[in-house]
């Protein structure tokens, strides 16, 4: 059972970039799939979920109109566009599985596997 985290790195304020996270299918099938971060000194937080069949998405307040999840099950990846990207959006991005459910997902104890983290660095 894996989640792979890809595509963070360095980029300046305003820039885009798209996390993708591939998972096999045993974590990630059926399962709601979410990201998190967490900031150097900081605790993890919630950053987005999708629902399995893609039809649900939430977003924490500080991402919403700049962040989109999406999923595609048949290469059983979610990605995370980032847009307009901000100073205090650095931090290393996780992506999660909670396959005990179907649907959207804010909590980090629902999700029981996790990819190993993608650095991203946002300069001003």
């Known amino acids: 059972v894996q989640l792979q985290a890809s595509g963070g790195g360095l980029v300046q304020a305003g820039d885009s970039l798209r996390l993708s996270c591939a998972g096999s299918?045993?974590?990630?099938?059926?399962?709601?799939m979410g990201w998190f971060r967490q900031a150097p000194g900081k605790e993890r937080e919630f950053v987005a979920t999708?629902?399995?069949?893609?039809?649900?998405?939430t977003y924490a307040d500080s991402v919403t109109g700049r962040f989109t999840i999406s999923r595609d099950n048949t290469k059983n990846t979610v990605h995370l566009q980032m847009n307009s990207l901000k100073p205090e959006d650095t931090a290393v991005y996780y992506c999660?599985?909670?396959?005990?459910?179907?649907?959207?997902?804010?909590?980090?104890?629902?999700?029981?596997?996790w990819g190993q983290g993608t650095l991203v660095t946002v300069s001003s």
């Open positions: 999660a599985a909670a396959p005990r459910f179907s649907g959207t997902v804010r909590y980090s104890s629902s999700y029981d596997y």
């Open positions: 999708i629902s399995w069949s893609g039809g649900m998405a």
């Open positions: 299918g045993r974590a990630s099938s059926g399962a709601a």
